[in-house]
């Protein structure tokens, strides 16, 4: 070897320990260095850590390189700093000491037609809304919300738990706009009776707004409400004897119907999600 190549050796040397040195690590917890490369790269069960750091929703798959590196990530108890470095989704994996999970968050908005039930199965074979999103993602998906098989409109499926239960919970007032048609036209009076407060099964329920559909005759309305509780909007309308004909929920959670048909289902916008969870 030549001098010069010996220099030239020396001084990558000195810089790959620099990288090392600009963060101590107590003895017998020092960062992992070598890279570990699975013996079967297709396993589903192994992931690219800086894919693992980003499925759990702290940040993107390039600031989660950013975070590896400083040292700010540790598998199983050990700070790993290596890019490309692999783990199994067995391992226990932290960001600054908070345990992660790596199944990535999923979150799928449908346009549910007439007739199909909300079930995950129906026992009869009839047409399910899961179905329809069936070829959505891998992960297992669950309605946000029930609806009945002869309603329509927005219905959002995901495998978060935890904003499951923030939008299903009372006290968090999902905002719900629906479109509502009925055999017959709609009394002015009820409206009022109905703005006013109506007690259904022994309990009252207040709507933000309910009026008649612009442009259209008076046996349609379209009624806001943040209420929880299932099949509220059929019940409130059936204690005034007025027939449904159509239960059409057109906004839910900020969410619309805009460019999407019915049927057709979409995963939510970065935008979308942000927004749904910042309700408390």
Request: aromatic residues 6%.
């Amino acid at each position: 070897m030549s001098r010069s190549d010996s220099n030239n050796d020396n001084k990558a040397s000195g810089r790959e320990g620099g990288n090392f040195r600009k963060k101590s690590f107590a003895r017998g917890n020092a960062p992992i260095k070598k890279k570990i490369v699975a013996k079967n790269p297709s396993n589903p069960n192994v992931l690219r850590l800086n894919r693992y750091v980003a499925n759990s929703g702290v940040c993107s798959r390039r600031e989660a390189d950013i975070f590896i590196a400083a040292g700010s990530v540790t598998v199983n108890g050990k700070a790993v700093i290596e890019m490309g470095y692999k783990v199994q989704l067995t391992d226990e994996v932290r960001f600054d000491g908070r345990l992660l999970n790596p199944i990535k968050k999923e979150y799928i908005v449908l346009n549910k037609p007439k007739d199909f039930s909300t079930s995950a199965k129906d026992g009869q074979g009839q047409r399910t809304a899961m179905g329809l999103v069936s070829n959505a993602t891998k992960a297992k998906l669950l309605a946000v919300s029930k609806m009945d098989k002869s309603a329509t409109g927005l219905l959002l499926f995901t495998n978060d738990g935890e904003l499951i239960a923030t939008l299903n919970t009372p006290k968090n007032g999902v905002r719900k706009i629906y479109h509502v048609e009925f055999t017959k036209p709609f009394k002015s009076a009820d409206l009022k009776r109905i703005k006013d407060g109506l007690e259904v099964d022994e309990h009252l329920v207040r709507v933000q707004d309910i009026s008649y559909i612009d442009n259209a005759p008076k046996n349609q309305v379209g009624i806001e409400i943040f209420s929880t509780r299932n099949n509220i909007v059929r019940k409130l309308f059936e204690q005034l004897e007025y027939e449904i004909v159509k239960l059409d929920l057109v906004v839910y959670a900020g969410l619309t119907k805009k460019d999407l048909p019915r049927g057709n289902w979409r995963p939510l916008t970065d935008q979308e999600i942000i927004n749904l969870k910042t309700i408390k």
